[in-house]
Structure formats: C-alpha cells, structure tokens
C-alpha cells in the first residue's frame, strides 16, 4: 500500500508537467506513458471509492506537499480527462504528440470502459470544435440572444460535470459545504470577469436542461410530470445551490457580477432563480438611492462616482429588463418600485423621487408594449 501511496503522490507532479514548458521535449512514446499513468490513477479511484479507509490514506497523501489544497480523492477518477485538457492547452506540446494525444482521445483503448463511456471523446470534440470556431476566418457572428460563446459553454459544461461529480464523492454530512468549498477553489484560479461569465452560462445551461426536461415530461412545476423529470429538476437545484451560494456569499462579489453583466442576461436569471431576484432588486435600490435630480441638466445623475455605479438610462434598462421577464417577476419588480416611491414620499410629480420617474417610465414602457 505505501508503494501505491507513494505514486498517487506524484500526481500533481504530473499534471504540473502537463502545463509546463517541459513537454516540448515529450515524443509518442512520453505520452503514451504519461495517458497510461492516468488511466492507473483512474484505476485506483474506482477501487478504492467503496472504501472509506483507503480512499483517506490517499486523499492525505495525495495533497502532501501541495501549495494549497486543490486536488482531492475524486480528481483521481478524472485524471485521464485532467491531463488531456492541459495538453491540448499547451501550445509547447509538440505536433506529433499533439496528433497521437487526440487520436487517443477520440478512440481509447478497448479495456478503458468507466462510468462514463465516451467521456474523453466528448472532451476532445468540445475542446476542438471551441478551438475552430475561435478561428479568425470570416466575419464574426454576433450571439444569438442568451446563447453563451462555445468555449464558455464549454467550460460551464464541465464545471457542471465537476459538480455533479464532487456532490456523488462528498460525504452525506457537510456534501455541500464540500462542493461549496471545491468550487470556489476553482472559481478563485479565474479571472473574476472570466468567473462571473462561467457561473452565469452554467445556471443558464441549468435552466434549458431543467425546461427541457419538463418538455420531454410533458409535466410542469407543480409536480404532475414523472418520477424522472423531477429526479432531474431536483439534481438540477442541487448543482444551482452551490453556484448560488458563491455568489450571494459576498456582497462584494455580487455587486461585481451585476455589474459586469448586462441587464438582459440578469434579467433572464432572475425569471428562474428565485434567491437571485430578492437581492438583485435590493442592489438596484442601493444604487438608485445615489442619483441626485440636476434641474439644470433637467435629468438624474451620480451623486458621487464612487458610489452610483450606475447612470439613470442604466439603471432604468435593469428594471425594465426586469419587467420584460416571467410575470411573476414583472410584478416583483413593480411591487418593488412602488414600495420604494411610498418610503420616498409617494411624489407624483418627475424630477422629485427617482422611484417616481422610474415606475413612470417602466410603466410606460409596459403600456407601448401591450399596444404592439
């Protein structure tokens, strides 16, 4: 067993040689090593993960010596994808690895049957075909509506699998703290705007798995679909708690996600996630509350720039994006705006109260949208 140890020890290791500069010298025969070295560790996740002894004699070893905690006992399980992903991104691999890395992703071996038949062909595909279209041939196409760009659909899909994975792993007791903790581990290695883009295409790509679901059910959410639609609805929430938590778990960096996403896209999120809505409404109020009415500019603007991280025309395209969604979150929102203009002083007249103007010009916007 110590000899195993010893080897599941040099795992980051080798995925740290993956990413480096180190593998412009690897030939077919290195990588080849190097795949069956992960296959082994893949292995060893599959026998050890019905024995809890063994499984923490290696999750121990396995983060001895690392900087920071990042790889537990479920990586082992995943290592022939971990290891492919940071190949295909190493440009320093060189083109005749490169070729017998994809020819082996796209048709492993014969004996490599997991879980998961097909996984790393699919990893492969997604990362290839993210790749092509990056190319910088023709025109670029505008996105179609919410759709998110296929390399951050990509990555959103694979946090999602990741997820699903740590909350299989996690212990009954503390399984969320756990996949909450993991996830900001991950979350914390990315830029924050590149974060922000992967969690808001992730609850999106929940949201259409959940409505295809009810779709394909021909049920809805009062619970009269079948047992399987709401197995999936419930799975669905289960992988949406953790990625909710992390954003409302600092004021800070929901502020920073609403602000770097546009109103539209919010707005959308807002219609399907209850807990996002509440907060969201309350951080506009918070910005309105820092707009001055300028009577000689005859409009509303920042009383100060460090506080109104909004315009009024920005603000007044959040809330009526807000309005153009579910109606049940049309009539939040103008509930919301109402109870604001009543603990403003209920003004009728513009230039007065901002909450005034603001429900005046949704409503407004609401009534030439009936019309058409």
Known sequence: MEAVLEQVEQLPALLAVSRSALVRDWDSLTLDRALEWARYFQHLHDRFRARPRLREAVRRRLRRGQPSPLLGFPHLGHCPQLLGLALLENRALPPAACRRLIR???????????????????????????????LP????????????????????????????????????????????????????????????????????????????????????????????????????????GPLLSWLLGSLERFSAFCLFLPGSLLASLAAHYSQLSGPYLELLASWGSHLLYDPLQGQWVKSCVDKAELSWEELRERFSCLCRGSAL?????????KLLKAQDGDFKVCGLSVWTDLLVEVEEHLRKAAEC
């Open 104 to 134: 082996g992703l796209l048709q492993p071996p014969p004996a490599e049957a997991g879980p998961e038949p097909g996984g790393l062909a699919l990893l492969a595909r997604r990362k290839a075909a993210s790749r092509l279209l990056e």
């Open 137 to 240: 041939e023709g025109p670029p196409r505008p996105p179609e509506g919410l759709e998110p760009e296929p390399q951050l659909r990509a990555e959103a899909q694979l946090l999602l699998s990741r997820l699903r994975e740590e909350g299989r792993e996690a212990e009954p007791a503390g399984g969320a703290a756990g996949r909450l903790r993991w996830l900001g581990c991950v979350l914390e290695q990315l830029p924050q705007p590149r974060a922000f883009e992967v969690v808001a295409a992730a609850l999106l790509l929940l949201r259409r798995e959940g409505s295809g679901a009810e779709q394909a059910g021909g049920g809805g959410r009062d619970g009269s679909g079948p047992d399987g639609d709401q197995a999936s609805e419930a799975g669905g929430e289960c992988v949406a």
């Open 329 to 337: 979150l049309r009539g939040q929102t103008q509930a919301a705006l």
